[in-house]
């Protein structure tokens, strides 16, 4: 038997890995938000920086189809810049509504879906 003609090709093992949906959990990602970098002391010279950084962390990890929950403390900005950051993500996005999350974010266009209470003790976690 010839094993070499009857081996997948890499294209083939990349079309099948692409039909694998994968679910992804962040949160406290704090795009535009000036406090971040003080307060949490990430390790970037800029806030441009930090979220050019973690978009392409984001989409080096999530694949556009798959499935991420951001869980609370996304972005600060009016609804149209975070709709148009919702855009440059990867993803089926759901948010979990932090503490952070202003109108403006729950609002935004690009959400799949969002929880509908502010409250953390409403969310439960096992």
């Known amino acids: ?7 997948p090709t ?7 890995a692409q ?3 994968m679910i992804y959990f962040t949160a406290d990602t704090h795009f ?12 970037f010279g800029s806030l441009a ?3 050019r950084s ?14 991420i929950w951001h869980l609370g403390d996304f972005a600060r900005g009016s609804a149209a810049f975070v709709s148009s950051l919702l855009a ?3 993803g089926s996005k759901h948010l979990i509504i932090g503490n952070n999350d202003a109108a403006a974010t ?4 690009g959400w799949r879906a969002r929880n509908t209470t502010r409250s953390w003790r409403s969310t439960a976690a096992c």
């Open 10 to 16: 890499c294209a083939a093992v990349r079309q099948q």
């Open 106 to 109: 729950i609002e935004a266009t």
């Open 49 to 51: 920086e930090h979220d």
């Open 88 to 90: 440059s993500l990867h």
């Open 54 to 67: 973690l978009i392409a962390f984001w989409n080096e990890t999530v694949g556009p189809d798959d499935e």
């Open 32 to 43: 535009s938000d000036p406090r971040i970098l003080r307060i949490d002391r990430r390790p």
């Open 19 to 21: 039909r694998v949906r």
């Open 1 to 7: 038997m010839d094993l070499v003609r009857h081996a």
